[in-house]
């Protein structure tokens, strides 16, 4: 693994499959006997977060904490951002102040990689979403859950077959999970309207589908998006009813799933738009137990980069 | 290269220890084993099997200290072993550690460290395979399968069948 954590390709399936096995390790012992660790005592980790968030932010807060590191939370409201500073000032900022991993969420895709190579800083970077580009730590805890519900799958996701449905064209969450799953080798298939479908699909290695019913019928996992109004200038579907119509998880479609079938959603969900309030709260869905795994994953993930000395350091016997 | 142990003599140290582990405790009734990870988890494997077949059998788990060690930043991430607490927990027990070869002590340290964050046990011991010197902490073992004199450039090895496929201690002169 690299010095940063910037997208899912920085990641070899093994060391994919190394952080969610460190990451099953620490549920053992964190949510066990040992609520703290001693491992990363002063250490600062930044939340950069120029974007809202609940979870994420909280997320990795909770998981640096535990770890004992001490943690800084930047947001852009009520920040010098608000009056006009750059990232690379307020980058060199944070480096001034020393800090020793830098987790940034930006709504410009790309602005993760801007900052681990820009040279401001000497932080490891996290990337928790860059714009539409990718959310790789989110791709992680998606694929412990899965892991979590699923024992047979250990070292690989070979036979698993996945249907990614929703607004694929504004989701770094999509991008992530599209990489990290069939990098694992599970089997994907993205179910969208055409409009919400990227330009350059068929480069991805994807199966694609405009037909929900089709698309559900026995697949283990069904992840739906959040459809991100906030990203959308123009209209990509005639009415939000229509949409929810043609691409929404109700009770009928939750039912037509089979029986070991789990739902996914990353949050925050449009209850009653992309996925109904039955198949949010039923048995199936896992979106809970998602938010719990964040936690695990960003401790693993900050033992990955800070636990250990710096690639470039010394290395003593 | 040199054999200092072979199986037998392993078979045997692990034995005597379990019978000094019975007499020291006066039996067994508050005794929990843990091993460290990765050869001591299958020494105290091993020696919960003595003890199971000479009086009565013990709780026995594996205690991972990775993340409680002072030397993480001078090396790269290691990867987590297994952290199995038995059911019982620790709180007012007999705790006996179980590593293969005492060192400097540093790993009995994070041990006890990570001891701490789980609970109080009345009293913690440590067994050791093999004991080699040159401590840096004042740290002593309570049960010793060997003590090996060693140089400090020369390195002890230990394997085990569960899975270096024979049981054997070695020397070899360091680089």
Known sequence: ?317 | MATVLDAGEIGRALKRIAHEIIEHNHGLENVVLLGIPTRGAFLGTRIANFLGEIASPVPVGTLDITLHRDDLRMRPPRPLLPTNIPLGGIEGRDVVLVDDVLFSGRTIRAALDAIGEIGRPRSVQLAVLVDRGHRELPIRADYVGKNIPTSSNESVRVHLSEIDGNDSVEITAGA
């Open chain 1, 1 to 317: 693994m690299d010095k940063h954590l910037l997208s899912i390709n920085d990641l070899s399936a093994s060391e994919a499959i190394q952080i969610l096995n460190t990451a099953s390790e620490l549920s053992k012992i964190s949510d066990g006997p040992m609520k703290k660790l001693p491992t990363l005592r002063g250490r600062t980790v930044v939340n950069l977060f120029f974007e809202d968030s609940t979870r994420t932010r909280i997320s990795f807060e909770s998981a640096a904490k535990r770890l004992s590191a001490d943690v800084i939370n930047f947001s852009a409201k009520g920040s010098s951002v608000s009056k006009g500073e750059s990232l690379k000032d307020t980058a060199q900022t944070l480096q001034a102040m020393g800090a020793d991993a830098v987790v940034i969420r930006h709504g410009a895709s790309g602005a993760a990689q801007r900052l681990a190579d820009s040279g401001w800083i000497s932080a490891c970077v996290i990337n928790a979403g860059d714009g539409t580009h990718e959310h790789p730590t989110q791709a992680l805890l998606d694929a412990y859950t899965i892991r979590s519900k699923f024992p047979d799958l250990t070292e690989n996701f070979n036979g698993l077959k996945v249907a990614i449905v929703g607004d694929i064209l504004h989701s770094r969450v999509a991008r992530s999970n599209v990489l990290l799953l069939t990098k694992l080798g599970a089997k994907v298939t993205l179910v969208a309207p055409p409009t919400l479908i990227p330009v350059g699909i068929s480069n991805w290695p994807v199966e694609v589908s405009y037909d929900l019913d089709q698309a559900i019928k026995n697949v283990d996992v069904v992840m739906m998006l959040r459809v991100q109004s906030e990203r959308m200038a123009a209209s990509f579907f005639p009415s939000e009813r229509e949409y929810s119509r043609g691409y929404g998880l109700d009770l009928a479609r939750l039912n037509s799933l089979n029986s070991s079938t789990i739902v996914m959603h990353p949050g925050p969900m449009n209850r009653g738009l992309e996925i109904s309030a039955e198949s949010a709260d039923s048995h199936k869905s896992v979106v809970l137990a998602q938010v719990a795994n964040g936690v695990l994953i960003r401790m693993a993930v900050l033992y990955q980069l800070l636990g250990g000395a710096a690639l470039t350091g010394e290395v003593s016997a």
